[in-house]
């Protein structure tokens, strides 16, 4: 078994960072395999490098170890855009000119699992018209759902204690697989990652289960293997929503400063028992 943590250094970690990481890092150990570190750093705008060391001193103080160096998205470009071009000479991908200001503006953009799905108003644009385009407009890059799944064919997926799950990526429309401000989303990048760092249980939590079906649609485009997935409850706060990074008082550094012993706090998480004022929900 081998399975992993992938924190993005934005913010820092919380309550819920660590459920997620004890079970996986847990999960790992308990089976005699390996737990790694990936740090999610490609958002350019947000990612900050004092981040990355608060988490992984986070985990520490947790007493969670993991295995070989940290994978570092930022170091992982090469990948993604060899991964882009495939689908690029296979047809399953076309620029994407609007902004979302003029998706929002769409009355034909109904909501699916992710939001609001993108009308394909750039699906149609005629090859000259995006070549010319591409040369001096901002642009993504989005899957052409439809063509995609006319070669992937009926998508299954398993979910840990549940059996077989049935994709449906068509819910999501045409997602983004790179945008104008970084070189692949988190779909595209955590699917690769995965496959390539030999990922066989993914452990995260519950609000990703729509997720899966698109990663599922990309590994059978890209010929990855599928892992095991287990999508887990959220820590939510008092107010009954799940916590967010900026939630200082659910923060590990709030909570090592206020004298929590980490490795108690970890075993407590591992047995579901949470600080009091917080809960576990599924969305």
Known sequence: MLTRFAP????????????????????????????????????????????????????????????????????????YAAALDNLRARGLVYPCFCTRADIAASLSAPHGPSGAIYPGTCRGLSEIERTRRLADEPHCWRLDTARALAESGDLQWEEAGQGLRSADPAAHGDIVLARKDAPASYHLA??????????????????????????????????????????????????????????????????????????????????????????????
């Open 190 to 283: 955590s699917t690769l990652d995965d496959a390539d760092m030999g990922v066989t249980h993914v452990v995260r939590g519950a609000d990703l289960i729509a997720s899966t079906d698109v990663h599922r649609l990309l590994q059978a485009l890209l010929d990855l293997p599928t892992p095991l997935y287990r999508h887990h409850a959220l820590v939510c706060g008092a107010d009954g929503k799940r916590l967010a990074k900026r939630d200082a008082a659910a923060s590990l550094a709030s909570l090592r400063a206020a004298g929590i012993d980490g490795p108690t706090l970890a075993a407590d998480l591992a047995a579901g028992r949470l600080p009091a004022g917080y809960s576990l929900q599924n969305p």
């Open 8 to 79: 993005s250094p934005t913010g820092e970690l919380h309550l819920g960072h660590a459920y997620s990481a004890v079970l996986a890092h847990d999960a790992a150990r308990g089976a005699g395999g390996k737990f790694l570190i990936r740090i999610d750093d490609i958002d350019g705008s947000r990612s900050r490098e004092d981040y990355v060391g608060a988490s992984l001193a986070d985990l520490a103080w947790l007493g969670i170890d993991w295995d070989g160096d940290p994978v570092r998205q930022s170091a992982r470009l090469g990948a």
